[in-house]
């Protein structure tokens, strides 16, 4: 069975009043239908592909394709050919689909882009397997714990852990590629354990806290003062109060 390809529909039908079948010598005995053939996908017309003209005599049944016709049936094709219009189906696929890309370039370009997905990407990729003590004291200790605590069925050595301070606002971020495996339900329960180990940290007293756990590819659990989510495509908005207001909100 073939998913594409073309097919054909009727698009008129003429008789030829005066003509003589060659076979059997019939006058005005003679039909001419012209196909419209289009490219199908899934048998969806996607635009048309050509016409295809036959002739058939009704007293003995010969058909004619368009090459075999005698100039009679010649000139009545020219003459009628152009009353064979199509019906707009025939480009249905075509047009659904220039209008998905038209409607996807649109949206695209009136997108609004909010520069702290930037920022937010940017810190996604500092996340690392080995946080170092120097620099990140506080995601080096969240591994440390995790690394205690964590079964090893999760593999929590290919964890990654980042953390970011901006004024009263702390950013925590982690990479745990394992997470799908874990009930959903359970799963907020690394943002508790990563709350519990911020709250060991006397510096980070009252500071705002951004929470985003990614799981193998997308940002699963986020927790923030504006609320918690956990989903298989948590919305990274939630984490975006980090960088401050929305441009042109208070
Ligand atoms: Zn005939």
Not at 19 to 34: D, F, I, L, N, Y
Not at 83 to 107: D, N
Not at 202 to 220: A, C, E, F, N
């Amino acid at each position: 069975m073939l998913i594409y390809g073309t097919r054909a529909t009727t698009i008129g039908e003429f008789t030829v009043p005066q003509a003589e079948c060659a076979s059997c010598h019939q006058r005005g005995t003679q039909r001419m239908a012209v196909f419209g053939r289009y490219a199908h996908l899934f048998w969806i017309p996607l635009f048309p592909v050509g016409k295809v003209a036959v002739a058939e005599c009704t007293h003995c049944l010969r058909t004619l394709r368009k090459k075999e016709f005698s100039p009679e049936l010649r000139r009545k094709y020219e003459e009628k050919q152009g009353e064979a219009s199509r019906p707009v189906w025939h480009w249905a696929g075509l047009a659904v689909i220039l209008l998905f890309f038209t409607s996807t370039a649109i949206t695209e370009a009136f997108r609004e882009v909010d520069p702290r997905e930037a920022l937010l990407d940017a810190d996604l990729e500092q996340l690392t397997a080995q946080p170092a003590l120097a620099t990140d004291s506080v995601a080096y200790y969240t591994k440390a714990y995790f690394d205690e605590y964590i079964v090893p069925e999760m593999e929590p050595e290919d964890f990654k852990y980042y953390t970011r301070e901006e004024g009263d606002k702390i950013l925590l971020l982690l990479q745990i590629p394992t997470l799908k495996d874990l009930d959903q339900d359970a799963r907020p329960e690394v943002v508790t354990m990563v709350n519990e180990i911020a709250d060991d940290f006397p510096h980070l007293d009252g500071k705002q806290r951004y929470i985003g756990v990614k799981g193998q590819s997308s940002l699963m659990l986020v927790s923030s003062p504006g609320g918690e989510e956990n989903s298989s495509y948590a919305d990274e908005e939630g984490l975006y109060g980090f960088y401050g207001p929305k441009e042109g909100e208070q």
